[in-house]
């Protein structure tokens, strides 16, 4: 899944690069600079809080984010110009706050990164803005495998979770627990609005289907659909034999909101129950012992 994440006073230290700094730009760079060419600044591109859309990172994730980013480009709105390409990461590291405890009663964590600009030229206008505070919010464009219910740990929305997120079951928050990062492509200066509290936002980036591939997605949808109609339809009628008495508007409402999975298992237990309360036999029974004579095997 591809994600954005959005920090906001993210832009921490800034100034010019140490030594250490140096020797660590030089990697990215075809030749040796020297420190008053390099602008360099901290900004903190996300953490293991729990974010206004109920997701967080473990802080495993953060671990392997850290490695990822080190070399990434920044850029501006996720624009993905080559022309907006005027920062790059050169180090990050996962820094632990253990006075600060999450949403979800971890200790707080987040991903540092560091990161280098040439000074001069239009690149003035912005090294003025960080250090005036107007550029502040950063975002980052990742991709992550496993996204989890913090409730039940399965794949948050689908293998028969429905916990909603920003409810408490039992005492544990329901949220989507984002780990197992596998690419950072790059982040971004960007525009949030002012928010009441520090925090994160996050949206998906929307994959972008052919016409074949939408007709197709709308033809499983369909079939799924009548798929699980006729089942419903089983279910209340297996029901109705396995449980007597029981209405089937309320046997309806028990069943219709359940996962398929969690009612296709409810569908059969209802036709083993209602397979031994009326076992349907035909008229012509063939006796399975020797024939009498009296043919009673045949008898209507």
């Given at each position: 899944?591809?994600?954005?994440k959005m920090?906001?006073?993210?832009?921490?230290?800034?100034g010019?690069?140490?030594?250490?700094d140096l020797?660590?730009?030089h990697?990215?760079t075809r030749?040796a600079?020297?420190?008053e060419?390099?602008?360099v600044?901290r900004?903190?591109?996300c953490?293991?809080?729990?974010?206004?859309?109920?997701?967080r990172?473990t802080?495993?994730a953060?671990?392997?984010?850290a490695?990822?980013f080190?070399?990434?480009?920044g850029?501006?709105?996720?624009?993905?110009?080559?022309?907006?390409?005027?920062m790059?990461?050169?180090?990050?590291?996962v820094?632990?706050d253990?006075?600060?405890?999450t949403?979800?009663?971890?200790?707080?964590?987040?991903?540092?990164?560091?990161?280098?600009?040439?000074?001069?030229?239009e690149?003035?206008?912005?090294?003025?803005?960080?250090?005036?505070?107007i550029?502040?919010?950063?975002?980052?464009?990742?991709?992550v495998r496993a996204?989890?219910?913090?409730v039940?740990?399965?794949?948050?929305?689908r293998?028969?979770c429905?916990?909603?997120?920003?409810?408490?079951?039992g005492?544990?928050?329901c949220?989507?627990v984002?780990d197992?990062?596998?690419?950072?492509?790059e982040?971004?200066f960007?525009?949030?609005?002012a928010?009441?509290?520090?925090?994160?936002t996050k949206?998906k980036?929307k994959r972008?289907e052919s016409?074949?591939?939408l007709e197709?997605?709308q033809?499983l949808?369909?079939?799924g659909?009548?798929f699980r109609a006729?089942?419903l339809e089983k279910?209340?009628r297996?029901?109705a034999i396995?449980?007597?008495g029981?209405?089937?508007?309320?046997l309806?409402?028990?069943?219709?909101?359940?996962?398929?999975g969690?009612?296709?298992?409810?569908?059969g237990?209802f036709?083993?129950?209602?397979?031994?309360?009326l076992p349907?036999?035909?008229?012509?029974i063939?006796?399975?012992?020797?024939?009498?004579?009296?043919?009673?095997?045949?008898?209507?």
């Amino acid at each position: 899944m591809d994600i954005q994440k959005m920090m906001e006073q993210a832009v921490g230290a800034s100034g010019s690069p140490s030594d250490e700094d140096l020797a660590l730009i030089h990697r990215w760079t075809r030749r040796a600079l020297a420190a008053e060419e390099l602008y360099v600044f901290r900004a903190n591109l996300c953490d293991n809080e729990i974010d206004r859309d109920g997701e967080r990172f473990t802080r495993a994730a953060l671990e392997t984010l850290a490695g990822l980013f080190v070399g990434k480009t920044g850029l501006f709105d996720h624009s993905g110009k080559s022309g907006d390409q005027v920062m790059r990461i050169y180090a990050a590291e996962v820094v632990d706050d253990p006075a600060r405890a999450t949403k979800s009663g971890e200790p707080y964590a987040s991903l540092s990164a560091r990161v280098y600009l040439l000074r001069g030229g239009e690149n003035e206008a912005l090294v003025r803005a960080i250090d005036g505070g107007i550029k502040k919010e950063v975002s980052i464009s990742c991709a992550v495998r496993a996204v989890t219910c913090s409730v039940c740990g399965r794949v948050y929305g689908r293998e028969g979770c429905n916990h909603k997120k920003g409810e408490a079951y039992g005492g544990v928050l329901c949220h989507a627990v984002l780990d197992g990062p596998t690419d950072a492509y790059e982040f971004s200066f960007v525009a949030v609005p002012a928010q009441p509290a520090a925090g994160v936002t996050k949206k998906k980036q929307k994959r972008q289907e052919s016409g074949a591939e939408l007709e197709e997605l709308q033809r499983l949808a369909e079939d799924g659909r009548a798929f699980r109609a006729e089942l419903l339809e089983k279910t209340l009628r297996a029901g109705a034999i396995a449980v007597p008495g029981i209405q089937r508007a309320v046997l309806d409402a028990m069943c219709r909101n359940l996962p398929t999975g969690e009612l296709r298992a409810l569908c059969g237990t209802f036709e083993s129950q209602a397979a031994k309360s009326l076992p349907l036999k035909g008229q012509l029974i063939w006796n399975q012992t020797r024939d009498t004579g009296e043919n009673e095997g045949f008898r209507l």
